[in-house]
């Protein structure tokens, strides 16, 4: 297994989603000052890059964007709420090898109060069936667990098992990216509502090996997230590899470690200066100092994926316990 460097770029601070964990959307940054797609040649070839935003979409040059990564990356993703069906089938139909992960919060009613969208999930059910018509197979949901939402998670996973697609999640956070310093998940419902889904992942229905083991990874991913939620104290997740695995770009190109921190720690700005040059600069040395010392202790799947490359036999080994207790009707060990 290989361990590839992942480049979040995130391409614009506009949304047209007004979400309760999220308020991106309340600033939101202009189109004249967004980094133009020529900037993203400086990039170095061979990287997993994720194409985030906001809403990616609505950068009128998004096909631009994708022209020029696709070609360079080892896997191309497009993060997006599914709103513009047309210009992600598009892209799709284009691009046939990327990766598509389109945002639910839940089911419908719930979905479009939490994302303050009219007919999200409509919309977002919608540009998936159609996804479903193109080349591109490798298309699926995501969620963000959060305080009002964890009833639903068992339920979004039996819709992607029924539609053969993929069911990526996260949880709240609080961040200078995210605007907010209140998303917080308490009590026992929400933990055992989240064993629940684990425990769907650990008994995986879906058709295929290859599925059903990446059911297990995320079950494992999922393993920090629910310490994360009980209030385990740090020292249960891997070292983060913000920098090293993987960095982010803002719309304004500067370069920084992660979304993570309570303010962006910025590197330095590929407007200004080659990627090379910025990550091998006395800046990085600083920030990455201010990385190791960090004791926000999120919880992204980024950090869990470079660690189950490095120690596989760590997941495989907590997989096969806990398939073990839960075929003997016991509850799931989350050390």
């Known amino acids: 297994m290989k361990n590839t460097v992942q480049g979040s770029l995130i391409t614009t601070f506009r949304c047209n989603a007004k979400c309760n964990m999220c308020n991106?959307?309340?600033?939101?940054?202009?189109?004249?000052?967004?980094?133009?797609?020529?900037?993203?040649?400086?990039?170095?070839?061979?990287?997993?890059?994720?194409?985030?935003?906001?809403?990616?979409?609505?950068?009128?040059?998004?096909?631009?964007?994708?022209?020029?990564?696709?070609?360079?990356?080892?896997?191309?993703?497009?993060?997006?709420?599914?709103?513009?069906?047309?210009?992600?089938?598009?892209?799709?139909?284009?691009?046939?090898?990327?990766?598509?992960?389109?945002?639910l919060e839940g089911l419908p009613a719930l979905n479009d109060a939490k994302r303050g969208t009219p007919d999200g999930f409509d919309h977002a059910l919608r540009t998936m069936l159609e996804l479903k018509k193109t080349k591109c197979k490798n298309i699926g949901f995501s969620v963000v667990i959060s305080p009002d939402n964890y009833k639903d998670l068992i339920y979004l996973y039996d819709l992607c098992v029924a539609l053969d697609v993929e069911l990526g999640n996260s949880v709240v956070h609080n961040s200078w990216y995210f605007h907010k310093e209140d998303n917080a998940i308490v009590g026992e419902?929400?933990?055992?509502?989240?064993?629940?889904?684990?425990?769907?992942?650990?008994?995986?229905?879906?058709?295929?090996?290859?599925?059903?083991?990446?059911?297990?990874?995320?079950?494992?991913?999922?393993?920090?997230?629910?310490?994360?939620?009980r209030g385990d104290r740090p020292g249960y997740r891997p070292p983060c590899g913000a920098l090293s695995d993987f960095f982010f770009i803002d719309p304004a190109g500067n370069v920084s470690p992660c979304n993570g921190s309570?303010?962006?720690?910025?590197?330095?700005?590929?407007?200004?200066?080659?990627?090379?040059?910025?990550?091998?600069?006395?800046?990085?040395?600083?920030?990455?100092?201010?990385?190791?010392?960090?004791?926000?202790?999120?919880?992204?799947?980024?950090?869990?994926?470079?660690?189950?490359?490095?120690?596989?036999?760590?997941?495989?080994?907590?997989?096969?316990?806990?398939?073990?207790?839960?075929?003997?009707?016991?509850?799931?060990?989350?050390?």
């Open 262 to 335: 309570p303010e962006e720690w910025v590197i330095g700005n590929v407007k200004e200066d080659s990627f090379e040059n910025i990550m091998a600069s006395d800046k990085a040395k600083e920030i990455a100092q201010q990385v190791a010392q960090c004791q926000r202790n999120c919880a992204f799947i980024v950090t869990e994926r470079h660690d189950m490359v490095r120690r596989p036999w760590r997941p495989i080994l907590w997989v096969l316990k806990n398939k073990f207790r839960i075929r003997k009707g016991e509850r799931i060990r989350w050390d």
């Open 189 to 229: 419902e929400a933990l055992l509502q989240h064993e629940r889904f684990v425990e769907a992942l650990l008994t995986s229905k879906r058709r295929g090996l290859k599925n059903r083991l990446k059911d297990y990874g995320r079950a494992y991913f999922n393993r920090s997230i629910h310490r994360r939620l």
């Open 24 to 103: 991106i959307w309340k600033f939101p940054s202009r189109p004249a000052d967004e980094l133009p797609a020529e900037y993203y040649d400086k990039l170095p070839p061979g990287l997993r890059i994720n194409v985030t935003g906001g809403e990616p979409t609505l950068r009128e040059d998004i096909d631009e964007i994708f022209a020029k990564l696709y070609p360079k990356a080892a896997l191309l993703e497009l993060s997006t709420n599914g709103y513009y069906t047309d210009k992600i089938v598009a892209l799709a139909n284009q691009y046939p090898n990327i990766l598509i992960r389109v945002s």
